[in-house]
């Protein structure tokens, strides 16, 4: 017991050490995990980072663990031993058996036996964890799990550090950007981004996914291609994988001899992994793609006027989805009539009606606002049927102080429906003045000005495919009614 307090000791003070040192956030991880793994005699140790979307894990540093291991595959949160996540410690006595392991198979192949998975914890929130692997199957003490505890807690001090960081040199990119030109600002950060890119162009390709709010994974895996014995001969790495498509992205330039390679080993990888959907993209092939996913008229990269988008289309249609399963579940063996106010909901009207699994009917009301402040409100459109005993759901694409809604709440329970309810894509709760009941929200939206995907700013931006947030400067004095 005492040579283990010592070697705890000594390796606390390894890694604190290397924490507070000028090295980079990867070499200081790499270090910690060989320190941690040592000193409770463990064969492995991997350092993870949840990604922005917190959807999935990234690796920051390992130690002891093949190539092949660290890039299996995509981690995702919750289905790779999800309960770290609700910051339990986790044990898993034998991994090519246990279900909470996302590839067993591959930790078999790789002979590792026992993990021991430690949450990294930021104000009890977790934000990634800590995993040692062994080879022979064993147990972990108290006093193993209570150092590793500590050293989680330094990680979460490297992290916050890490990304504030990150936050602080985007703004000093941003604002030297801003004092050049009056373009868009990049996507602020909001959760650490340890990935460090081999190339500049993967770089900006990653920058370009952010924009559209697409996300993206970083070489997650390695592809055996070639095998001498039971030895891998070659792999294959691909650049990028963004999880919403489900494809694999390897970036490559003109150059005719690296073309002739990197295809050479996609045929070998299409015809070993039948199932796996890769692409070799250039820079005009991967807009050209974004336009195949709806990502809106795109001559250049970014749509003019929008600082950043909000929700993807793949996000939004996922949401949708979503909502109309409910909502079919709860007026399940009844007709149901929809109702829109004119023409912010056109998009959301049109997506949502057609996932509901129930009969509906479809009416519309326009408005207008008139009045000093621009708050009283106008019906110029009203419905083409009655309501009186029909259950009415009313479809917002935004609510924002609530006396629209408010208004035509009161306007449709005169006529006496059945029930009424009130389904909205975007809450922009921030700003509201009158409580109004909202039964369905897609999503809470910031108190930013919003277009797309039917929103409009002086009548423009509705058909983009995704919802963004305008350029603030464009928007200077323009307060929504
Ligand atoms: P409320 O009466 O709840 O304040 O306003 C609702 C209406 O204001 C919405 O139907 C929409 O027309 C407009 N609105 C509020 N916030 C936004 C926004 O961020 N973007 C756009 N395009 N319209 C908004």
């Known amino acids: 017991m005492g040579s283990a307090r010592g070697s705890y000791y000594s390796a606390l003070k390894q890694i604190t050490k290397v924490a507070n040192s000028a090295l980079s956030l990867r070499r200081i991880c790499n270090s910690i995990a060989k320190s941690a793994a040592t000193a409770v005699q463990a064969n492995g140790c991997r350092i993870l980072s949840l990604n922005p979307q917190k959807e999935y894990l990234i690796t920051v540093g390992a130690y002891g663990l093949s190539d092949l291991y660290l ?8 289905k790779s031993l999800p309960d770290i996540l609700d910051g339990k410690v986790v044990f898993i006595a034998d991994a090519a058996k246990d279900k909470r392991v996302q590839y067993p198979q591959i930790a078999l192949a790789q002979g590792i036996s026992s993990i021991l998975g430690i949450p990294v914890l930021e104000k009890g929130e977790a934000i990634g964890e800590i995993r040692i692997y062994t080879r022979e199957p064993r147990q972990f003490s108290e006093a193993d799990k209570s ?7 330094i990680c979460a001090v490297i992290f916050e550090r890490a ?10 990119k941003a604002n030297e950007k801003r004092r050049k030109s009056s373009r868009v600002s990049p996507l602020p950060a909001t959760t650490l981004r340890p990935t460090s890119f081999a190339h500049p162009s993967e770089e900006d390709f990653a920058k370009l996914l952010d924009f559209y709010c697409i996300e993206w994974l970083y070489e997650p895996r ?11 001969a070659e792999m294959f790495t691909p650049d990028f994988y963004l999880p919403e498509l489900d494809l694999y992205v390897e970036l490559t330039t003109l150059k005719q001899h690296l073309l002739t390679e990197k295809n050479r080993k996609l045929r070998q990888l299409r015809e070993l992994y039948p199932e796996v959907n890769i692409r070799l993209l250039n820079k005009n092939d991967f807009l050209k793609l974004l336009a195949k996913y709806g990502y ?22 996922r949401r949708v989805k979503t909502l109309a399963r409910h909502i079919s579940r709860d007026y399940a063996g009844q007709r149901l009539v929809l109702i829109g106010i ?11 009606m057609q996932n509901l699994s129930l009969p509906v009917t479809l009416d519309f009301m326009a408005i207008s606002y008139y009045g000093g402040d621009g708050q009283v409100v106008k019906i110029t459109r009203d419905l083409d049927s009655s309501i009186t005993g029909q259950h009415v759901l009313m479809v917002e694409d935004i609510v924002d102080t609530g006396m629209t809604l408010n208004y035509i709440l009161s306007h449709l329970s005169a006529h006496n429906p059945a029930s009424l309810r009130v389904c909205t894509l975007l809450d922009k709760k921030a700003r509201r003045l009158i409580n109004v009941p909202l039964d369905y929200v897609g999503f ?18 509705r058909n983009l495919p995704f919802i963004g947030i305008l350029h603030p400067e464009l928007t200077k004095g323009a307060e929504p009614h």
Request: glycine residues 10%.
């Open 71 to 78: 890039k299996k595959g995509p981690l995702d949160v919750h």
């Open 296 to 317: 809106g008229p795109l001559g250049e990269a970014k749509v003019e006027g929008i600082d950043r988008v909000l929700y993807s289309h793949a996000k939004i249609q």
């Open 342 to 352: 004119l023409k912010g909901v056109v998009c959301f009207m049109a997506d949502l």
């Open 163 to 172: 990304e504030l960081h990150q936050l602080l040199e985007q703004d000093y």
């Open 444 to 461: 809470e939206v910031p108190d930013e000005f919003v277009v797309g995907y039917g929103l409009d700013y002086k009548g423009e931006y």
């Open 222 to 232: 390695s592809f055996p291609l070639r095998w001498e014995g039971d030895k891998i």
């Open 147 to 153: 150092f590793l505890l500590s050293v989680a807690d």
